[in-house]
């Protein structure tokens, strides 16, 4: 194991190496491909390391942007994520049974309702950030100095990126 990730090293620095060089076909491809590894990797495994119930994926993108977004609305989340309304108030109940999301009538209009994480939600995201955290700086850990560095300048571009959905 210790040999695979070694070579799995050598081989993500090469890329890095040859994406700095402009050596890579398609740098948008490459980024997106990283990203994509990443993301899909992450998703599960701080629900998993911190023990807790894995949430279906619809659930936790509602969840995902009521935290990007406290005080929104079905509506809002709908046209966010790009979903039915429908499809979100079936989440967002869900996530109210689950002890996960809280609505309060909206005080200018109350026909309206907006949606926040509840107590409990925000727990477990902060340990689902702390085992992110932890498994992060294990990984930062075995890394060289430069590497740590070029993904610490990377973040906020990263970021940006993340900003994409939004741009749509």
């Known amino acids: 194991m210790v040999a695979r990730m070694a070579a799995e090293r050598q081989s993500d620095t090469r890329r890095a190496a040859d994406a700095r060089r402009g050596a890579t076909a398609d740098p948008a491809r490459e980024v997106a491909d990283s990203i994509r590894t990443v993301v899909w990797a992450l ?3 701080g629900e998993r390391q911190a023990g807790l119930t894995a949430l279906p994926n619809s659930e936790l ?5 009521v935290a990007e977004r406290p005080e ?3 509506s809002e989340i709908a046209r966010l994520l790009g979903l039915q309304t429908s499809n979100v108030s079936t989440s967002v109940r869900h996530l109210m049974a689950k002890g996960l999301l809280e609505r309060t009538v909206d005080p200018a209009d109350r026909r309206s309702a907006r949606l926040a994480m509840t107590a409990e939600a925000r727990r477990h995201a902060g340990m689902i950030d702390d085992v992110w955290s932890r ?3 294990d990984q930062l850990s075995q890394m060289t100095a430069d ?3 070029t993904l ?5 571009l990263l970021r940006r990126i993340a900003r994409l959905p939004e741009q749509s």
């Open 43 to 45: 998703r599960r495994y």
């Open 61 to 65: 993108e509602v969840l995902r942007t």
């Open 135 to 137: 498994a992060i700086g």
């Open 152 to 156: 610490v300048d990377a973040a906020p």
């Open 147 to 149: 590497e740590v560095r």
């Open 72 to 74: 929104c609305t079905v």
